[in-house]
């Protein structure tokens, strides 16, 4: 198909999706949608729960697999809209509405891109599609039930909004829940093991804290006490303080190791990780995609922000039209023209690296 008609269908499409609530684990009506694109188009596609998949026409088990994935569902629209979060306007250049941005932009656009080389022959790789659930809430019924279903993966695109940079890299997330015990007692006596106390030493060690090792495009990893809570009562010291720990991780470390140094070193009485399936990712400078965007004028960077990307083994590149800031905001937009030009580029990508 022409692009040009490629460009407005897959503008029409997000309009659609706008217009369709898709909160997280709520996404039956967005998958829909995309069913219905396929069907359409007389590409054969499959579903499972509330995630849309399918492969190109000249598909061979013998090619590596390149992944092209997005989420449909959103998060709740804020308190603080102004618009009608599902009227899908155009104003001024701008889509306005939930999902627009994040990541509605960047799944049309890898659709209609998937669509354009679904005939494609003589592939170095092969192309496989997936629109899928739950990416907001990090969902078990999301990419992570796909994986065991869909054909091996050696390589993923995972549309997220960064302005069509290329992030080669992306930290990992661990949620710990520590706890600092102490005394219980009466406040009106003596207790030289306050739990409170106690844990204003902690808090300052979790600020000065530093894994030693550092990421070329991520950084440091980065400790932060988010939550805090203890007490019941004015006149009772509590026998314990809650914390919660926010740890975002780089591509030095896997999961295991840094919830391997905290229970060593962190100066409480217990810690303990939520999940440690939230690894960093990255796909390595000199790969054929990475080489390609390069090429054409891409720049690269290291991504703060947690995505499917991190549910995947396989090396993987984010990439999309749109711009992170806007994500999860008020009144949440995206420019048309940059949907054009995601789609554009992408297909620019492809043919340089797939061809």
């Known amino acids: 198909m022409a692009v040009k008609e490629l460009q407005e269908q897959a503008k029409e499409l997000l309009k659609n999706l706008i217009r369709t609530q898709s909160f997280s684990g709520e996404e039956d009506k967005t998958a829909a949608l995309l069913e219905n694109w396929f069907s359409v188009k007389g590409i054969p596609f499959n579903r499972n729960l509330n995630n849309v998949w399918a492969v190109n026409k000249n598909f061979e088990k013998s090619k590596p697999t390149l992944l092209l994935n997005s989420h449909h569902d959103t998060v709740k629209p804020n308190a603080a809209y102004t618009r009608d979060p599902f009227d899908a306007k155009v104003e001024d250049g701008k889509l306005y509405g ?47 039930s796909l994986l065991p279903i869909i054909p091996h993966i050696d390589v993923a695109i995972v549309g997220e909004p960064t ?82 720990l926010d740890v975002r991780v780089n591509d030095r470390y896997s999961n295991t190791e840094i919830a ?51 549910m995947l083994s396989c090396p993987s590149l984010k990439l999309g039209p749109g711009d992170s800031t806007r994500s999860h905001s008020a009144d949440e937009f995206i420019y048309v023209k940059e949907i054009e030009e995601g789609i554009e580029k992408y297909i620019r990508l492809l043919e340089k690296a797939l061809k």
Not at 227 to 232: E, L, T
Not at 268 to 284: F, G, Q, T, Y
Request: glycine share 8%; proline share 3%; aromatic share 8%.
């Open 98 to 144: 939930l999902g627009s941005n994040d990541a509605g932009g960047c799944l049309v656009s890898l659709l209609a891109t998937f669509t354009y080389f679904y005939e494609a022959e003589d592939l170095d790789y092969n192309i496989l599609f997936a629109g899928t659930a739950e990416e907001e809430i990090n969902g078990k019924n999301g990419i992570a």
């Open 163 to 244: 302005l069509m940079m290329l992030a080669i890299a992306e930290k990992g997330l661990i949620v710990f829940d520590a706890v600092v015990k102490g005394t219980p007692s009466h406040a009106a006596h003596p207790n030289d093991n306050n739990a409170i106390y106690k844990t204003a030493k902690v808090l300052n060690w979790f600020e000065k804290f530093r894994f030693e090792e550092t990421s070329e495009f991520l950084g440091d990893v980065k400790l932060t006490v988010t939550q805090i809570n203890a007490g019941s009562q004015h006149n009772v010291v509590p026998a314990k303080v809650d914390l919660v």
């Open 260 to 310: 391997e140094i905290l229970a060593e070193k962190a100066p409480v009485d217990e810690i303990k990780a939520r999940s440690l399936r939230l690894n960093s990712s990255s796909i390595p400078e000199n790969h054929d995609l990475v080489k390609a965007g390069v090429s054409l004028g891409m720049d690269t960077y290291g991504s703060p922000t947690l995505s499917d990307q991190a």
